[in-house]
């Protein structure tokens, strides 16, 4: 899957058609175990507004909605969240296959109340006072 496909709700559910009887295909299960891990986070922030659908990029998982997106990595039952301008920098970045990868943390203030940061796979904030590549300084 790239980009969004299924509707808020409508999460992709484990395929028991084309296997022997009690078999259920594994990649379909890991849609749908990751789906179950970004759906209990979006019922943790009704501030994200209504979901536009879930996808998968590189190693992982997303549920776009519209004030944040979610991810998590396959077969993790954890996800985060990336929001604002942070969000749209991974975006523009190429988002779960770009160089910084997923998202690790939340999105979370830095120490001098001056920027927010998000760890991500291969990159993070480095300090309150220099801005990198994950830091929103908004």
Same mark, same amino acid.
């Given at each position: 899957?790239?980009? %969004?496909?299924?509707?808020?709700?409508?999460?992709? @559910?484990? $395929? #028991?058609? =084309?296997? +022997? %009887?009690? !078999?259920? $295909?594994?990649?379909?299960? *890991? *849609?749908? *175990?990751?789906?179950?891990? +970004?759906?209990?986070? @979006?019922?943790s922030l009704?501030?994200?507004? *209504?979901?536009?659908?879930?996808?998968?990029?590189?190693?992982? /998982?997303? +549920?776009?909605? @519209? !004030?944040?997106t979610i991810?998590?990595?396959?077969?993790?039952?954890?996800?985060?969240? #990336? =929001?604002?301008?942070?969000? @749209? /920098? =991974? #975006?523009?970045?190429?988002?779960?296959?770009? #160089?910084?990868?997923? %998202?690790?943390?939340?999105?979370?203030?830095?120490? $001098? $109340?001056?920027?927010?940061?998000?760890?991500?796979?291969?990159?993070?904030?480095?300090?309150?006072?220099? %801005?990198?590549p994950t830091?929103?300084?908004?």
């Amino acid at each position: 899957m790239s980009g %969004p496909t299924q509707a808020h709700g409508q999460l992709p @559910a484990p $395929d #028991v058609h =084309h296997h +022997l %009887p009690g !078999e259920v $295909d594994p990649i379909t299960m *890991q *849609q749908f *175990q990751a789906g179950r891990v +970004l759906e209990a986070k @979006a019922a943790s922030l009704p501030w994200i507004g *209504q979901s536009r659908g879930f996808g998968q990029e590189g190693n992982g /998982y997303f +549920l776009e909605c @519209a !004030e944040a997106t979610i991810w998590t990595v396959a077969g993790s039952k954890v996800a985060f969240e #990336v =929001h604002g301008d942070i969000r @749209a /920098y =991974h #975006v523009a970045l190429g988002r779960g296959k770009s #160089v910084v990868g997923l %998202p690790l943390s939340d999105e979370t203030p830095c120490g $001098d $109340d001056r920027g927010r940061f998000n760890t991500f796979q291969t990159a993070s904030s480095t300090g309150p006072h220099k %801005p990198e590549p994950t830091r929103s300084t908004a």
